[in-house]
């Protein structure tokens, strides 16, 4: 529609909805209570994923928007790392990708729970793959920081695909054909922009 500033209004207010809802102790409940919490943390890592592309459609501080995307990526990477159990008290930002791996058998053995959940960590996955690509994109066009791009298309392609990088990986199966597109070439072009700039610099 255009009307950005309502845009941005909207889901601000949408934001300020979820934060009394994830209290600290919110993720140490029964399965289906965390289920709940971890589907609406999932939600509002999209809203600010949205409000952090529509900042920078408004040429707000570049620095705003980053900061919504991480955010996102954030939130999403926890959904990902409780689902699976991988979530290190230690770090709670637990930002390491996650491969092929499926929900907590508490999850997958409840008949209620298990599409759910197995649902829920394959969005989480690539939300964070969405948001750590969209993070390259902004260090890249509009702050000119090719090396903190390239970190955060290395990100995308490792929570976007199944295997460890290389010049054959796939996308995992929850990523479209057309997300993976972008992520791996975004990743491939930086690379090469990269490894020229290196081998210039070593010439002179």
């Known amino acids: 529609s255009g009307e950005l500033p309502a845009a941005q209004a909207l889901e601000e207010t949408a934001l300020m909805l979820f934060r009394p809802i994830f209290p600290p102790s919110s993720l140490t409940l029964t399965p289906s209570h965390t289920l709940h919490d971890l589907y609406l943390l999932h939600r509002s890592s999209l809203l600010t994923i949205h409000l952090g592309e529509v900042l920078s459609a408004r040429k707000k501080p570049l620095a705003l928007s980053i900061e919504c995307l991480t955010s996102a990526a954030e939130s999403s990477q926890k959904v990902a790392h409780t689902l699976a159990g ?119």
């Open 86 to 204: 991988t979530l290190s008290l230690g770090n709670p930002g637990a930002s390491s990708p996650i491969k092929d791996v499926s929900p907590l058998a508490s999850y997958t053995e409840s008949r209620s729970m298990k599409k759910p959940a197995e649902a829920l960590l394959r969005d989480a996955r690539r939300t964070s793959a969405e948001a750590w690509n969209l993070l390259g994109i902004l260090n890249e066009t509009q702050g000119k920081n090719l090396p903190a791009a390239m970190r955060c298309y290395e990100r995308a392609v490792q929570w976007a695909s199944s295997d460890r990088i290389s010049n054959d990986m796939k996308p995992h199966e929850g990523m479209l054909a057309s997300e993976w597109a972008s992520i791996w070439n975004n990743y491939s072009r930086t690379k090469r922009n990269m490894e020229k700039n290196t081998s210039q610099a070593s010439l002179k």
